[in-house]
């Protein structure tokens, strides 16, 4: 019996790995989401990027790394290039984070705005947007019915 359930463990374990794999790579096939917006949340977003290592920041042009995303000249005239990895790399990325860091990225259905306790709507480019979802966790309004006819 305890082998037939340590088998099933193991299965569900694999069968969790390939779904998450696929799903990783279908959505890195789509075609590349620029952000909206000024300047700071542009880099902002990059920002996270390259800290996610999904995207390679370099001060120089290069020919053979990837898609140019996003060009940048800041106030002391450096140039900072934003290009795309491979996929199989972000991926190794991807799962790096998971394993060591608890780290899923960013959520494509959370980004952008986000209500808060204080019932104001935050930009895209604040970075308070993920305290206020562990403060406060997204629910959803589906199935309730309000009693004063408000929704």
């Not at 952000?35 to 042009?61: D, F, H, R």
């Amino acid at each position: 019996m305890a082998k037939y359930v340590i088998k099933r463990i193991l299965l569900a374990f694999v069968t969790l790995f390939i779904i998450l794999s696929l799903t990783f790579i279908l959505m890195k096939l789509l075609p590349f989401t620029k952000p909206l917006g000024t300047t700071s949340a542009q880099m902002a977003y990059y920002g996270k990027q390259v800290s996610l290592g999904y995207v390679l920041q370099v001060s120089e042009p290069i020919d053979n790394i990837g898609a140019l995303l996003y060009k940048y000249t800041d106030s002391t005239n450096v140039t900072h290039y934003f290009y795309q990895r491979p996929i199989m790399e972000q991926y190794g990325n991807w799962v790096k984070n998971v394993i060591t860091k608890w780290d899923w990225g960013v959520s494509y259905f959370h980004y952008g705005k986000c209500r808060c306790r204080s019932n104001h709507w935050l930009e895209a480019s604040d970075y308070h947007r993920s305290q206020c979802y562990l403060r406060r966790p997204f629910r959803s309004s589906w199935g309730r019915r309000s009693v004063s006819g408000q929704p």
